[in-house]
């Protein structure tokens, strides 16, 4: 759907904004809002956390995130004050508090100098500074280490359009109902991905310990979590003895001591690490390597194609997959499994079965908890399988191949539909609050708002 343009524009004196439409201001954040500074000095009020989805109400009896020893020294929030995490202009946000509580002394909390503000429209305008990386321009720090924020300075200097109230509160209205449009066609999307997740889940399960034929005959398979196997399947092997019988066929990669920070290099043979395994399989995004004479120290854990890696650590831990044709010989670093299987034993055909719910519940009956679930390799080696014949293992994995990127591919379709959605959220909300497009004959904007203008 294409928008009409206002009839005239007029320069706004900020570059990030550019012209505006010709009836509209333009003023400085301090002109409209002031910062409050207020300390509890009390105890007993709800934590407020600003996130990515909004401000939420911190649990403080968990153990979640960093907590505060003494809230009493938190700033009062109040209900139409904006909490700001100034001091993140990468990952941070902002949002209108609709309650009383205490935020963090870190945040900025403003709010409305006058009624005269429709308080969702400028909700809108900040979160877009946010979302389309305007503040960011404005800050200072140390981006890298995600200390990117916003000095006072900065932020009361900082130069807003301000329309009409009439068309603030049109186009918030506006942007509630367009964008609640999109929102549930995101969520159709994404309840569209977890279903076909799910399906490909169960695929792989049934393939893997069912086999491909429904009327085969059926055996106990002696194992906890896995019912009946196909009659002519073997008997439970354990991990370990699906490795070639050979040192170092299943090992993961070297602790601290053997592999220094140091001594990671730009260039070089290839490190993995666990981040490189997804659930479509290796896909490399790490950087790090190491020298060839490094590479020849740690050959233990030397990683060809055709090789499995597996996550030692993740939520959950786990997840195989092939090192594939065409990469570069590499290394598996501490956290990554590498294993090398028998003549007898598909890769391909492994890496399902390990992904598969079987797989996963005998994973989690060995995972521990710490800083993150991790299993370990000697506790991983002992895990028993059922696997078929070595021709029924191919036959299993081409058929898992062609259907596994049926759904890949549905699921790949659906991801780019979420995205382009986004996408348009973000450039209509962008669009509407600096004036781009004009919406006023889309809404009535002379219609009472009371929950967007501040009281």
Not at 39 to 47: K, M, Q, R
Not at 232 to 260: C, I, M, T
Not at 345 to 371: K, R, W
């Amino acid at each position: 759907m294409s928008f009409a343009r206002y009839d005239s524009y007029r320069a706004s004196g900020a570059d990030w904004l550019g012209n505006i439409p010709e009836h509209w201001s333009a003023a400085r954040i301090k002109a409209l809002f002031e910062i409050r500074k207020r300390i509890a000095g009390e105890l007993g009020h709800d934590v407020l956390s600003v996130t990515q989805h909004g401000l939420k109400v911190r649990d403080i009896d968990s153990n979640d995130g960093q907590l505060s020893m003494d809230y009493s020294k938190y700033q009062l929030v109040e209900p139409d004050d904006f909490v700001m995490n100034h001091m993140d202009l990468l990952t941070g946000y902002v949002d209108l508090s609709t309650g009383h509580g205490v935020t963090s002394p870190d945040y900025r909390v403003f709010a409305a100098r006058t009624k005269d503000l429709a308080l969702k429209y400028f909700l809108y305008l900040f979160q877009n500074g946010y979302e389309q990386r305007i503040f960011y321009a404005f800050g200072q720090g140390a981006s890298g280490l995600g200390r990117w924020r916003m000095p006072t300075d900065s932020f009361n200097d900082f130069i807003l359009p301000v329309p009409p109230l009439s068309e603030q509160t049109g186009i918030a209205k506006f942007l509630d109902r367009e964008t609640a449009k999109i929102d549930a066609l995101v969520e159709e999307q994404q309840r569209l991905i977890h279903l076909l997740q799910e399906k490909r889940q169960a695929v792989i399960s049934h393939a893997t310990t069912k086999g491909l034929d429904p009327n085969v005959p059926m055996k106990r398979s002696g194992l906890q979590w896995l019912d009946d196997v196909p009659a002519h399947w073997g008997l439970p092997q354990k991990l370990n003895d699906l490795a070639e019988p050979r040192q170092h066929s299943f090992v993961n990669g070297p602790f601290g001591s053997d592999l220094l920070t140091s001594e990671l290099t730009s260039e070089g043979v290839p490190v993995i690490y666990i981040r490189d395994l997804k659930q479509l399989g290796y896909c490399r995004v790490s950087e790090w390597c190491v020298t060839d004479e490094k590479a020849k120290q740690l050959s233990f854990c030397r990683v060809i194609p055709g090789d499995i890696l597996i996550a030692k650590v993740g939520d959950p831990p786990g997840l195989a997959a092939i090192y594939p044709p065409g990469e570069a010989e590499a290394i598996v670093t501490q956290d990554v499994i590498r294993l090398r299987v028998r003549s007898t034993v598909d890769a391909n055909f492994l890496v399902y079965l390990l992904n598969s719910d079987f797989g996963g519940e005998q994973i989690n009956s060995i995972s521990v908890d710490s800083t993150r679930t991790r299993v370990g390799l000697g506790q991983y080696k002992q895990l028993k399988f059922v696997l078929p014949p070595l021709r029924e293992q191919h036959a299993i994995r081409a058929f898992l191949d062609s259907e596994i990127k049926k759904v890949d591919c549905l699921v790949g379709e659906a991801v780019k539909a979420v995205a382009l959605l986004q996408e348009r959220r973000l450039t209509l909300i962008s669009a509407a609050v600096t004036g781009k497009i004009d919406v006023r004959t889309l809404v009535e904007a002379s219609a009472p708002v009371h929950d967007m203008v501040a009281a």
